[in-house]
Structure formats: C-alpha cells, structure tokens
C-alpha cells in the first residue's frame, strides 16, 4: 500500500513569494492533517480535515496561509506571501477517523 | 490544556546499550498514546502505540507501557544500534470527537558503534 505523498520534497524561496505544497493521502483514509515542524520542535497542527471539510483550522494563520482538499482526496497548502518565519518543514498526515495517523516525508521550506 | 512532556536529547549511547527516553502527559480522559520515530530527512513513522491504562505498545525491540498512576509512557530498548539514531517523538491524541495530536519536543538519540 502506497503511503502519504508530498511534493515538492524541497522549496527554496525568496520572501514575499507564494509557494504551494501538495498531499496525496493513502487511500481510504477521510482524515487529513497539516502540520509545521519547526527545527528541534515536534509537528504542530495546522489544519485537519473530515473528507472535504476543514473541521479545525484553528492554529492556521489565515492572513497568509489556505488550505483546500477539493474531492476529499488530495490537498494543497499554500503560503502567500511567505516570511522569513516560514521555513520549517510541512508535514502531511492521514489517518481513518480518530485512527492512528501516518505522515509523508514532508516539504522543507527554505525562505530566504 | 493536554500536554506532552519528553526528556531533552541529545541521548548518546554506546551500540548494545539499555535505551530509557521519558515521557509524562497531562491530559483529561483516556488518551492513546505513541511513539513516532524521524530519521534524517523523513518524516514520522509510527513506532508503537498504546491505547488503555497498563497497555504496553511494542515494535523492533522497543516497548513502551501505558501508566495511568504515573501519567508515563516511557520507551526502552534492551540493546540499540546504530540504526536506531533518530529523533522520537511522544504524542497523544485527545478523545472525544477533536482527535487531535499533542506531540512532545522530540529527543535525539545517537548510537556510537
């Protein structure tokens, strides 16, 4: 079974720019989840969603950051205009509802 | 609020060594508990779960038993290796209906051969 896909696995951008993750969860798993990981810190939430519904997006920033999972499938996260506090690693995570959840490798953001 | 709290790393161990990381939670209800591995440039893996008082979760030589009189899931290995040289991370999930992940700060572990 194929597990979470990111991509890109590495964004180097400069200030000011947008820039856009992907996610493609295991199959079958309604749950998915951003997170920011910080250098030296655990995953924090960003977003989760039920299918196709954003049912805690309470620590996403919303003057920079959206999220959609059209379908219930797939998701994009995008940052615009990113920071200099931006850089951190985007992890995705799906899980069957309240299950055990397993992550992609991630997307390292690097803004310069 | 639910919290997870980890014993601060780097932990470095000679190959064959016990391996003890600390884990305490503060949290209302039963939650589940994990132990999520990332080695360099992945990203978690779970490594073990536990999901009721006195529970203990195992995988590839690692334990972890679920204490509710203590609020601890602490994760041992009889003997490590070299290839156990990662980061782990404790996480609970909070029940009734938010299922929402609580992950401590994560402890390095280096394995010297």
């Known amino acids: 079974e194929a597990g979470v896909v990111q991509s890109p696995r590495y964004k180097i951008i400069e200030k000011k720019q947008p820039v856009a993750f992907w996610c493609n969860p295991i199959?079958?798993?309604?749950?998915l989840y951003w997170y920011r990981q910080n250098l030296g810190q655990g995953p924090e939430l960003l977003i989760r969603?039920?299918?196709?519904?954003?049912?805690?997006d309470s620590q996403l920033p919303k003057d920079r950051f959206s999220a959609e999972r059209l379908k219930g499938v797939d998701s994009t996260l995008k940052i615009q205009p990113a920071e200099l506090g931006d850089s951190a690693v985007y992890l995705c995570?799906?899980?069957?509802?309240?299950?055990?959840?397993?992550f992609g490798p991630g997307t390292r953001l690097t803004v310069l | 609020g639910n919290s997870v709290t980890q014993m601060e790393g780097p932990v470095t161990l000679s190959e064959e060594a016990f391996l003890t990381i600390n884990c305490t939670y503060t949290?209302?209800?039963?939650?589940?508990l994990f132990w999520y591995v990332q080695y360099p440039g992945e990203g978690l893996q779970l490594l073990l779960k536990?999901?009721?008082?006195?529970d203990k979760g195992s995988n590839k030589g690692f334990e972890a038993t679920y204490r509710k009189e203590t609020t601890s899931f602490h994760l041992e290995k009889g003997s490590v290796q070299v290839s156990d040289s990662a980061v782990y991370f404790c996480?609970?999930?909070?029940?009734?209906?938010?299922?929402?992940?609580?992950f401590g700060t994560g402890t390095r572990l280096k394995v010297l051969a």
């Open positions: 995570a799906s899980s069957k509802a309240g299950d055990t959840q397993y």
């Open positions: 199959s079958g798993h309604n749950t």
């Open positions: 969603y039920e299918n196709e519904e954003a049912v805690d």
């Open positions: 949290a209302t209800g039963y939650p589940s």
């Open positions: 536990a999901t009721k008082a006195d």
């Open positions: 996480a609970l999930i909070s029940q009734g209906g938010t299922y929402k992940y609580i």
